[in-house]
Protein backbone atom coordinates (compact mmCIF):
# COMPACT_ATOMS: atom_id res chain seq x y z
CA UNK A 1 0.00 0.00 0.00
CA UNK A 2 2.66 2.58 0.69
CA UNK A 3 4.63 1.69 -2.75
CA UNK A 4 1.08 2.62 -4.37
CA UNK A 5 0.55 6.02 -2.52
CA UNK A 6 4.33 6.79 -2.74
CA UNK A 7 3.60 6.73 -6.91
CA UNK A 8 1.18 9.96 -6.38
CA UNK A 9 3.99 12.31 -5.75
CA UNK A 10 3.05 14.56 -2.59
CA UNK A 11 0.99 13.69 0.07
CA UNK A 12 -0.54 16.70 2.09
CA UNK A 13 -1.39 14.53 5.57
CA UNK A 14 -0.80 11.24 6.81
CA UNK A 15 -3.21 9.75 9.34
CA UNK A 16 -2.57 6.84 11.43
CA UNK A 17 -3.93 4.82 14.47
CA UNK A 18 -0.70 4.10 15.42
CA UNK A 19 2.88 6.30 16.20
CA UNK A 20 5.99 5.69 13.85
CA UNK A 21 8.98 5.04 16.66
CA UNK A 22 10.88 8.13 18.42
CA UNK A 23 12.80 8.99 21.35
CA UNK A 24 9.94 11.74 22.23
CA UNK A 25 7.49 9.23 21.84
CA UNK A 26 8.25 7.11 25.18
CA UNK A 27 6.29 6.54 28.15
CA UNK A 28 8.09 4.30 31.30
CA UNK A 29 11.93 5.03 29.62
CA UNK A 30 10.16 2.79 26.58
CA UNK A 31 9.98 3.73 23.30
CA UNK A 32 6.81 3.83 21.68
CA UNK A 33 5.32 3.11 18.25
CA UNK A 34 6.22 0.60 15.03
CA UNK A 35 9.22 1.24 13.04
CA UNK A 36 6.88 0.90 10.09
CA UNK A 37 5.05 3.93 10.31
CA UNK A 38 8.91 5.46 10.39
CA UNK A 39 9.16 4.05 6.76
CA UNK A 40 5.69 5.12 5.67
CA UNK A 41 6.66 8.25 6.60
CA UNK A 42 10.10 8.28 4.79
CA UNK A 43 8.82 7.28 1.88
CA UNK A 44 5.63 8.92 1.54
CA UNK A 45 7.26 12.10 3.11
CA UNK A 46 3.85 13.89 3.92
CA UNK A 47 3.90 17.48 5.63
CA UNK A 48 1.21 16.72 8.27
CA UNK A 49 1.26 13.49 10.09
CA UNK A 50 -1.47 13.20 12.54
CA UNK A 51 -1.47 9.80 14.67
CA UNK A 52 -1.98 8.70 18.37
CA UNK A 53 -3.35 5.50 20.48
CA UNK A 54 -0.13 5.64 22.66
CA UNK A 55 -1.71 7.61 25.72
CA UNK A 56 0.50 9.92 26.66
CA UNK A 57 0.71 13.53 26.91
CA UNK A 58 -0.16 15.30 22.76
CA UNK A 59 3.41 16.37 21.50
CA UNK A 60 4.77 17.77 18.14
CA UNK A 61 8.12 16.16 16.62
CA UNK A 62 9.46 17.47 13.74
CA UNK A 63 10.72 15.07 11.45
CA UNK A 64 12.85 16.44 8.41
CA UNK A 65 10.21 17.63 6.23
CA UNK A 66 7.07 16.44 8.11
CA UNK A 67 5.50 17.95 11.49
CA UNK A 68 3.94 14.88 13.24
CA UNK A 69 1.13 15.65 15.55
CA UNK A 70 0.76 12.84 18.28
CA UNK A 71 -2.55 13.48 19.93
CA UNK A 72 -3.49 11.69 23.19
CA UNK A 73 -6.66 9.65 22.49
CA UNK A 74 -7.43 9.25 26.17
CA UNK A 75 -9.47 12.12 27.83
CA UNK A 76 -7.32 12.61 30.65
CA UNK A 77 -5.14 15.13 29.32
CA UNK A 78 -8.18 16.95 27.55
CA UNK A 79 -6.25 18.17 24.66
CA UNK A 80 -6.35 19.11 20.77
CA UNK A 81 -4.43 20.36 18.00
CA UNK A 82 -4.90 23.15 15.52
CA UNK A 83 -2.81 23.67 12.62
CA UNK A 84 -3.16 27.04 10.31
CA UNK A 85 -3.68 26.05 6.50
CA UNK A 86 -2.85 29.10 4.22
CA UNK A 87 -1.17 29.49 0.59
CA UNK A 88 -0.64 25.61 0.29
CA UNK A 89 0.90 25.20 3.45
CA UNK A 90 0.70 23.81 7.01
CA UNK A 91 1.89 26.27 9.86
CA UNK A 92 1.51 27.14 13.60
CA UNK A 93 0.60 23.31 14.60
CA UNK A 94 -0.10 23.65 18.60
CA UNK A 95 -1.64 21.54 21.44
CA UNK A 96 -4.56 23.14 23.41
CA UNK A 97 -6.26 22.54 26.37
CA UNK A 98 -10.22 21.96 26.22
CA UNK A 99 -10.96 23.24 29.29
CA UNK A 100 -8.04 26.51 30.60
Known sequence: ??????????????????????????R?????????FNSA???LRPELYLCGHVHIP????RFDV???????????????ATVEYKDGEFASPEI???FR
Open 58 to 61: SQIV
Open 1 to 26: MISKYSRIGKLNILITHEVPEHPVLS
Open 41 to 43: MGR
Open 66 to 80: TTLLCLDSGTRHAEY
Open 28 to 36: NDRILGHKT
Open 96 to 98: RKM
